[in-house]
């Protein structure tokens, strides 16, 4: 059989943080989808990292639902890749002691994500927000990854897991696989329509800024036809058109067309002609996706069934990792 060359492992997870954007489809999941075709993928649902700043539990229970539902109606299959909730394979808080233990609060102290947050949210500046970075590492190490996807504000997060596994194999012997990040060849970042100088978020007030993944047509469309641009014309990307730019981002993302032959296929048209194709582009492809979603958030039994089996599937998996860990250190198994 030809099946006996291993394939490369990736693992990524994403926070249950409610609306996920176009932004967060072009930038990561879309890759996800690809990705599982060619490599053995692990991708968890982040709950645990989600408690990092306050959660009303009803909200944070059905996003968690929704997280994973999502997952599935991408594409993400749960017989071919694991599916999961990082809470439900307890490994990972396990693991994260072990890793905490060998951190300096130094390290730690130089994360930006933790600076601005914890300016962001200084009435809850709580000890879990400020070792988020390990319980990351230890989402990685468990699974013994070579490659981990992940976007620009995650870098300075994975350099750490990546710092922290050699440490530990430096101290205590061969535990943990060093993993690289993954660059994907098409990953996009997409900026708010309303301001292209800032990135496509879904806590920007103005709600015609961002598209989440699961708006309707009409409303995808409407956003585009209201994205801003400057006041001149012509189809081209360039540092003085970010608007403009930021849709043939877009454009070149969804349809898998390059930057020159998008600016070849709207040559001669106007603003008004490619912010409705970029919508009616956009929308066509969200739409599946939306309908699948919608079917599956409904049949609760049937996400339970995929994420009890993937909890299964993963903790296999990190088990022994985590054992080797603590026997290595020193612990009685
Ligand atoms: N911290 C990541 C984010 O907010 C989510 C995450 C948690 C993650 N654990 C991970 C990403 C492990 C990659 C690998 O986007």
Redesign the pocket.
């Known amino acids: 059989m030809c099946e006996t060359i291993e394939k490369k492992k990736v693992?990524?997870?994403?926070?249950p943080?409610g609306m996920l954007t176009l932004g967060n489809y072009l930038g990561a999941l879309k890759n996800w989808k690809m990705m599982q075709e060619e490599f053995d993928c692990t991708f968890?649902v982040?709950d645990l990292?989600a408690i990092t700043v306050r959660q009303e539990p009803a909200k944070l229970r059905s996003q968690i639902y929704s997280t994973y539902a999502l997952m599935l109606a991408l594409g993400l299959n749960p017989e071919k890749s694991t599916l999961f909730i990082?809470s439900h394979v307890p490994e990972h808080s396990q693991l994260s002691w072990l890793l905490s233990c060998n951190t300096q609060f130094g390290e730690m102290s130089r994360m930006t994500q933790f600076k601005d947050k914890s300016a962001k949210h200084a009435d809850n500046v709580n000890v879990g927000l400020f070792s988020?970075p390990v319980?990351?590492a230890a989402?990685?190490l468990l699974y013994k990854p070579d490659f981990?996807?992940?976007?620009a504000?995650?870098k300075q997060?994975?350099e750490i897991?990546r710092d922290i596994a050699e440490r530990f194999n430096r101290l205590y012997g061969d535990v943990f696989t060093i993993p690289e990040p993954y660059i994907p060849k098409t990953g996009a970042r997409v900026m708010s329509l309303q301001d292209p100088e800032k990135k496509m978020s879904k806590s920007d007030d103005n709600t015609n800024a961002w598209v989440a993944i699961l708006d309707d047509r009409d409303t995808i469309i409407r956003k585009f036809k209201r994205a801003v641009t400057d006041s001149g014309s012509g189809v081209i990307m360039s540092d003085e058109k970010q608007g403009i730019s930021n849709l043939i981002t877009i454009y070149s993302a969804v349809t898998g067309k390059s930057v020159s032959e998008t600016e070849k296929e709207f040559d001669g048209k106007g603003y008004g002609d490619f912010k409705l194709a970029v919508g009616e582009v956009v929308a066509d492809e969200l739409a599946p996706i939306r309908e699948k979603y919608n079917e599956l958030i409904t049949d609760k039994s049937l996400l339970e069934k995929y994420f009890r089996e993937g909890a299964d599937k993963a903790e296999k998996v990190a088990r022994k990792t985590y054992f080797k860990a603590m026997k290595k250190v020193g612990f009685v198994i």
């Open positions: 693992l990524s997870c994403i926070q943080s968890a982040a990292h990082q988020y319980l990351m989402d990685i981990v996807p992940v976007g504000d995650q997060h994975l897991a």
